[in-house]
């Protein structure tokens, strides 16, 4: 067994770093450039199965992670892993590439494909050992869109394609914008990660981009950097990806497989896999929204993978109000939490059977909120086994009713959505 000694609660675990949770180790496979070969799926698929509970997340971060791996099954996870080229050469370069990507950058005709600066993004992190030196949750994030963030989640230093260059804006600050070319890109991130290294420096307490910009400015941080600023708002249209058919008119380019609540198990994956093969689909990109998308270009193999999905329960329609929800692990599978958020979730669901629609939903089985750092519609924050409910907030906001009973959830959010209709 050689799992790192440091096995504590607290930061984002690695295939080469995992964490102990309550049902096992967490073992998180990061995708390059935000996808994944079909191939190198399967074998997340048959690693989930051979050597751990068989439930694999996709993180808000676009990570799969395969849980309840043992202490006697992980060194043979992770050469099972390796085998499938799925494991970084070392767990810093493992640690610092925190690299989110739009998932339908260059497979919707109106993005462009912004993976290739991606790869070159994660090539640097990885080469540029000053880089390293970057807090374990710090990330970036491509956009093929003008909307800076992915998935409607933030990263600490985000890109965003414009015209035959990029936007550059940090958290805390998406209305101060660094224009750059193609050719600068690479050079002008890495020198705003090395901005922050330099202030963050100053005070252990900065661990995120978003603290720095609070305490000094964003437009100090691209004057260290030495990058010139314009102020503008950008005029964004663009929807979010979603779980069906994708296409633009009678133009199909993929297909959303959502995840309930996040989770496959490695026989549905397994499943889909089988299904993508047979569509002759080479890979799929994840999603911050926990949606796995197909590139596919035919109607007919899209209606395959579709099918496929929705035999073993998977998300295939974008009503579904799953998709708004971000829940956590719960009490099965981590010691912090307090209550069985997934099936407080699905009982949430089923009461309100489709008034949740257009709402957002966070689950918490602890006051950590690890499933989701922007602010949701409604926040539930289990408690000692009850939820204090957070409006239009995150974890640690002002609570707006505490001390709910896990089975009036559904009847207590469904007042809050009366009231705000009338």
């Known amino acids: 067994m050689t799992v790192p000694a440091h096995l504590i609660k607290g930061w984002c675990p690695g295939a080469l770093r995992p964490m102990r949770s309550g049902d096992g180790l967490i073992v998180r496979i990061k995708p390059r450039a935000g996808a994944f070969s079909i191939s190198a799926l399967a074998a997340i698929a048959d690693a989930a199965a051979r050597f751990g509970s068989g439930e694999i997340d996709l993180t808000n971060r676009g990570n799969l992670q395969l849980r309840g791996v043992s202490d006697d099954s992980y060194d043979d996870a992770i050469t099972a892993l390796r085998a499938a080229d799925l494991i970084d050469r070392s767990a810093a370069v493992e640690a610092v590439r925190n690299v989110v990507v739009d998932p339908l950058s260059g497979i919707d005709p109106e993005r462009p494909n912004v993976c290739d600066v991606a790869a070159r993004i994660e090539d640097a992190l990885a080469d540029d050992a000053r880089l390293w030196a970057l807090p374990g949750k710090f990330g970036f994030s491509f956009s093929g869109s003008s909307e800076p963030m992915v998935g409607g989640r933030a990263a600490d230093i985000m890109i965003a394609a414009a015209g035959d ?150 998300i295939v329609v974008p009503e579904d109000a799953r998709l708004q929800m971000d829940v956590c692990p719960g009490s099965s599978g981590c010691r912090n939490a307090t209550t069985d958020t997934r099936a407080d979730a699905r009982h949430l669901v089923d009461v309100l059977n489709g008034s949740l629609s257009g709402y957002s939903v966070h689950v918490s089985g602890c006051e950590k909120g690890c499933a989701r750092q922007s602010a949701a519609d409604f926040t539930l924050i289990a408690r000692a086994g009850r939820y204090d409910l957070i409006r239009n907030g995150v974890a640690g906001d002002p609570i707006a009713l505490a001390n709910v009973d896990a089975d009036d959830i559904g009847n207590t959010v469904s007042r809050f959505i009366l009231d705000s209709a009338s």
């Not at 290294?197 to 252990?204: G, P």
């Open 165 to 314: 260059g990029f936007d550059i804006c940090l958290d805390g600050a998406t209305d101060l914008r660094c224009e750059v070319t193609a050719g600068d890109v690479i050079d002008s991130v890495r020198r705003l990660a090395m901005a922050f290294l330099d202030l963050a420096a100053k005070d252990h307490e900065l661990r995120r981009m978003k603290a720095v910009v609070a305490r000094f400015g964003a437009a100090r941080i691209f004057e260290l950097a030495g990058l010139q600023v314009t102020s503008r708002s950008v005029d964004v249209t663009v929807a979010s990806v979603s779980a069906g058919l994708l296409s633009r008119g009678d133009l199909v380019f993929g297909v959303g497989i959502g995840l309930p609540f996040g989770r496959i198990t490695a026989d549905q994956l397994g499943r889909l896999c089988q299904s993508a093969e047979a569509a002759k689909l080479k890979d799929v990109f994840t999603s911050p929204q926990r949606i796995l998308v197909f590139p596919v270009a035919e109607r007919a193999k899209a209606e395959l993978v579709l099918q496929a999905a929705a035999s073993t329960g998977l």
